[in-house]
C-alpha cells in the first residue's frame, strides 16, 4: 500500500515538470521570417530528408544546404539554422521545415525566374544605359529585394544627372510556369540646373575666371547640347581639385578650397553652388637646385629639363613636369633605375620657395609581364607595339607613362590606364594595361563653304581600326563649285609588326582655276608610302607618286605662258621628309616646336624633271604663366621653298610654288608673286621657283564662356615668292616681300569648324590682288 502510494506521487510530479519542459522547447525553437516554420524536434536520428515543392531546383540542391543530414541526431539548433540558410540562398520565398518521426519535411515555394526587364517612361536616359545599372536579369533569379535595390540605383543614376524629381516604381508582371517580367516605372522629371555659381574668399582671380576654371557651369541658353548646367555631386569635388591645381599653376603654394555647397533654390528650379577658398599668399621660386648621388650625372647636366627658374612665379604642374622630365633626362643616359624626389621648401615670411630635386637610384625592379585587358576586338599586337618597354626591362616609370600615351593616341580606346602591380618576387613588376574599346568606323557626310573651293559637300567611309589589326581605310569623296575630289587609301602604322608605316593612296581631282590663273586643273593617280622612326621624336618617311595631270580649259585672252602649258603630262616623284618633332600636341600644340625637311626628285621616267626642296619650322609659346589663361599662345612659323629643273625637259607652271590665300593671308589665292600683266594677257599669276613665308600668331580667349568654343586670333604673315622661269613685256618679278596684317576667329561649334579671317595687305605690289575677308566651314554629320 505504501509502495503504491509513492509511485502516484511520483507520477503526479512528473506530469507538470514533462510539460513544463515541452513548453520551454517550443519556445526556444527560432522561428524564420515570414510563414515558414520548424517543427520542434529533439532526439533520435535523422533517417532521410523529403523535400517537396520544387520546381527547377534539384531536391539534392536543396538537401545540400541542410545542416542535418541522414545519420546525424536531431538538434533543433541546427534545423533552424538549416531554415535561415535555405532563406539566404535567394532561391525561395518561403521555406517550412517540420519533423515527421525519423525524417525531415522541407516544403519549399521557388522564388520566380526573371523572363524580362524593361523600362517605360524613360525618354532623356535610354534603355542602353539603364541597363547596366540594374542587377536583375533575364533567366535570374527574382527578388523583392533585388527589385527594390535596383530602383535605388536607378535613382542614383537619374540623381547623378541632375534629376532629383525622378520616381521609379518597380512593377512585376506574373506569367505561367513561375515566371515573371519585372518593369521599371520611370518618370524622369525636370532636371535640376545650376542658377548660380559663386565664390567666396577669391580676391587674387574675379568669379568670371574661376567660373572658366571648373567644370560645373550656370545655365544658359546656348548650353542645349551641354551637361555641364546640371548639377551632378559628383563634378564638385572634380571642381574643388581643378581650383585647387589652377591656383597651384599661379604660385598659392598654400592655397585650400575649403567647401563646395549645393543649396537647392526656394521654388526648387536649381541649385546655387559655392566655393570657398582660402587662397594664401602668392609665392615665387626662390632657389631651384638639382642634386644628384648617381655616379656619372652631374646636376648641371640636368639643368636644362627644369620647367622652372629662379623669380618665376611658383607652378605646381611645372614642378610635375620638371620631375618628369629630369627622370626622362637620366633615363636616356643609360641609367635604368631612377628616383626624381621634389623637395619643397616655404618661406613664409619672404613668400618664396625654394625646390630641390633630389636625383637618386630608385628601387631595382624589372617588368616581369605585361597584361592587357579589355580589348575585345583589338589585337594585343597592336598594342604592344606602343609599349616603350619590354618584358625583362628594368622598370621605367617614365617610359610606362610614354607608353600609356602611346596607346591613347592611337584613339582605338575611350580609355586606356597602366597599373604597376606587385610581380612574383620583390624585384618584378606586372604592368597590367586596361582599355575600354570605343568605335573606330564612321560614316560622314558634310557640307560647307571655303572661299577657295566655294559651296561644298563631301562623303567619307573610315575605318580607323580594320579588323582589330590597326589598318586605316578611308574613301573619301568632295564635291564643291570649284573642286571635285575622290581618295581612297590604306595605311598599316606598323607594316609586318615592324618599325615602318606603309600605306597606298589613290585620287582623282579637278581644280577650277578660272578666276585665279584662266585655266583648269586635273590630277589621277597612285603614291605609294613609308616611314619610319629613329625615336621618339624624329622621323622619315618617304613617298613614290605617278600622277597623270592635264591643264585643260585655257581661257582665250590667258596669257601666252599659261596658253602654253595646255596638255598632258606625267609626273613620276620620289620624296622624302625628315621631321624633328617635340610638340605636346598633334593636333592642338601648346608648347614645342616642329621641323621638317624635305626633298623631292622628279625625272624617274615622266615628263617632267627637277629638284624641289623644302623646310618649315614651327614653335609654340605658351602664355599662361603671363596671361593666366592656358588658351594664351604665341605661335610662330616659318617655311621655304626652291624649285630647280634638270635635264632638257620642259617646266610646268603647276609645278611651281603660289603664294597668297593660306600662306599669305590678306592676299588672294596666288595673288602675290611674278604675273603676266601684259596687255595680251588676263594678269595671271606665273608662280615661282623660290618661296619663302613667315607668320607670328597670337591666339588667345574671347572674353565669352568657354564651352562656346570661341577662340580669337591676331596674325602677322610675311612672304616671298620670285624666280620665275619666263620673262618679257608685262611679266612682273619681284622679290619684296608682302606683309598681311589681321585677326581672325575660329569656332568649334556642334556642327563644324568655323574659320574667319580678316587681313590688310599692308605690304604689296600694284598688281598683287588682295582679299579682305577668308572664310571657312565645314561640317560632319
Not at 503526479?12 to 517543427?39: H, K, M, N
Not at 545542416?67 to 539554422?81: E, N
Not at 587681313?759 to 582679299?771: P, S, W
Request: glycine share 10%.
Amino acid at each position: 500500500m505504501v509502495r503504491n502510494r509513492l509511485l502516484l506521487i511520483a507520477a503526479t510530479c512528473l506530469v507538470p515538470v514533462g510539460f513544463a519542459l515541452t513548453a520551454e522547447a517550443q519556445t526556444r525553437t527560432p522561428r524564420a521570417a515570414g510563414p515558414a516554420a520548424v517543427s520542434p524536434a529533439a532526439g533520435g536520428i535523422v533517417r532521410g530528408i523529403d523535400v517537396t515543392g520544387n520546381q527547377r531546383i534539384e531536391a539534392d540542391t536543396v538537401r545540400s544546404y541542410m545542416l542535418l543530414q541522414p545519420g546525424d541526431a536531431f538538434d533543433a539548433d541546427r534545423l533552424d539554422r538549416s531554415l535561415r540558410t535555405l532563406f539566404a540562398t535567394g532561391l525561395f520565398q518561403d521555406v517550412r521545415v517540420a519533423r515527421q518521426g525519423d525524417r525531415i519535411a522541407v516544403a519549399v515555394v521557388e522564388n520566380p525566374i526573371v523572363n524580362r526587364v524593361a523600362f517605360e517612361g524613360n525618354s532623356k536616359v535610354s534603355d542602353d544605359v539603364l541597363t547596366p545599372e540594374v542587377q536583375l536579369r533575364a533567366r535570374a533569379v527574382f527578388t523583392p529585394q533585388q527589385a527594390q535595390a535596383d530602383r535605388q540605383r536607378i535613382l542614383d543614376l537619374y540623381a547623378r544627372r541632375g534629376r532629383f524629381a525622378a520616381r521609379v516604381e518597380p512593377k512585376v508582371i506574373q506569367l505561367d510556369q513561375n515566371r515573371v517580367d519585372v518593369v521599371f516605372e520611370i518618370t524622369e522629371g525636370e532636371a535640376a540646373l545650376v542658377s548660380r555659381v559663386s565664390f567666396v574668399g577669391n580676391t587674387a582671380f574675379s568669379d568670371s575666371r574661376l567660373r572658366d576654371v571648373v567644370a560645373t557651369r550656370e545655365q544658359a541658353w546656348y548650353r542645349i547640347l551641354s551637361t555641364a548646367d546640371i548639377y551632378d555631386p559628383e563634378r564638385l569635388n572634380f571642381d574643388r581639385e581643378l581650383l585647387r591645381r589652377y591656383y597651384l599653376r599661379q604660385g598659392y603654394a598654400d592655397v585650400e578650397v575649403t567647401g563646395a555647397v549645393a543649396e537647392l533654390s526656394p521654388d526648387r528650379s536649381g541649385f546655387f553652388v559655392t566655393f570657398t577658398i582660402n587662397e594664401g599668399p602668392r609665392y615665387r621660386v626662390g632657389r631651384a637646385e638639382i642634386t644628384s648621388t648617381l655616379r656619372g650625372v652631374e646636376p648641371e647636366s640636368l639643368r636644362s629639363a627644369l620647367a622652372i627658374s629662379e623669380g618665376d612665379w611658383y607652378d605646381g604642374d611645372a614642378v610635375e613636369r620638371s620631375v618628369e622630365a629630369l627622370s626622362d633626362a637620366v633615363g636616356l643616359r643609360g641609367v635604368p633605375f631612377v628616383e626624381v624626389r621634389p623637395r619643397v621648401v616655404r618661406d613664409r615670411e619672404n613668400q618664396r620657395v625654394d625646390v630641390t630635386f633630389e636625383v637618386a637610384e630608385g628601387t631595382r625592379a624589372y617588368v616581369e609581364r605585361i597584361d592587357i585587358l579589355g580589348n575585345s576586338r583589338t589585337a594585343d599586337r597592336v598594342i604592344r607595339r606602343e609599349f616603350r618597354i619590354a618584358e625583362g626591362d628594368p622598370f621605367n616609370a617614365a617610359q610606362v607613362r610614354r607608353s600609356r600615351q602611346r596607346i591613347r593616341d592611337l584613339g582605338y580606346f575611350a580609355g586606356a590606364e597602366i597599373a604597376v602591380q606587385p610581380g612574383s618576387a620583390p624585384d618584378r613588376t606586372v604592368l597590367q594595361t586596361t582599355v575600354q574599346e570605343r568605335p573606330t568606323g564612321e560614316i560622314s557626310l558634310g557640307g560647307g563653304f571655303s572661299t577657295d573651293a566655294g559651296l561644298l559637300t563631301d562623303f567619307g567611309i573610315r575605318e580607323r581600326n580594320f579588323l582589330g589589326t590597326g589598318i586605316d581605310a578611308r574613301l573619301q569623296a568632295l564635291l564643291a563649285q570649284r573642286r571635285t575630289q575622290v581618295d581612297f587609301s590604306i595605311t598599316d602604322p606598323a607594316f609586318l609588326d615592324r618599325n615602318l608605316a606603309a600605306g597606298i593612296d589613290l585620287f582623282y581631282v579637278t581644280r577650277d582655276l578660272q578666276d585665279t590663273s584662266s585655266y583648269s586643273e586635273k590630277r589621277q593617280g597612285v603614291v605609294l608610302r613609308a616611314g619610319y622612326e629613329f625615336n621618339e621624336r624624329v622621323r622619315q618617311s618617304w613617298a613614290y607618286s605617278l600622277v597623270q595631270r592635264d591643264v585643260f580649259d585655257i581661257q582665250s585672252d590667258a596669257s601666252r605662258f599659261i596658253r602654253e602649258q595646255e596638255g598632258v603630262t606625267l609626273l613620276s616623284q620620289l620624296g622624302t621628309t625628315l621631321s624633328y618633332d617635340v610638340r605636346d600636341s598633334r593636333i592642338e600644340p601648346k608648347s614645342g616646336f616642329i621641323v621638317r625637311v624635305g626633298t623631292d626628285v622628279a625625272g624617274l621616267g615622266g615628263d617632267v624633271a627637277y629638284v624641289r626642296l623644302r623646310g618649315d619650322v614651327a614653335g609654340y609659346v605658351p602664355l599662361e604663366r603671363y596671361l593666366g589663361n592656358a588658351d594664351y599662345v604665341l605661335a610662330l612659323q616659318a617655311g621655304v621653298g626652291f624649285l630647280e629643273p634638270w635635264g632638257d625637259r620642259p617646266e610646268r607652271i603647276i609645278d611651281r610654288f603660289f603664294l597668297g590665300g593660306d600662306n599669305l593671308r590678306g592676299f588672294a589665292l596666288a595673288g602675290a608673286g611674278p604675273r603676266d600683266t601684259s596687255s595680251g594677257g588676263a594678269d595671271d599669276p606665273l608662280g615661282g621657283r623660290l618661296i619663302w613665308t613667315q607668320t607670328t600668331e597670337l591666339r588667345f580667349p574671347l572674353p565669352l564662356p568657354q564651352e562656346i568654343g570661341l577662340l580669337g586670333r591676331a596674325f602677322v604673315d610675311v612672304g616671298s615668292l620670285s624666280s620665275t622661269p619666263v620673262s618679257g613685256p608685262g611679266v612682273q618679278d619681284d622679290t619684296s616681300p608682302r606683309v598681311g596684317v589681321g585677326v581672325g576667329v575660329s569656332w568649334r561649334t556642334p556642327v563644324g569648324l568655323i574659320n574667319i579671317d580678316i587681313a590688310q595687305a599692308v605690304v604689296k605690289k600694284d598688281y598683287d590682288e588682295t582679299q579682305l575677308v577668308r572664310f571657312g566651314f565645314g561640317t560632319r554629320f
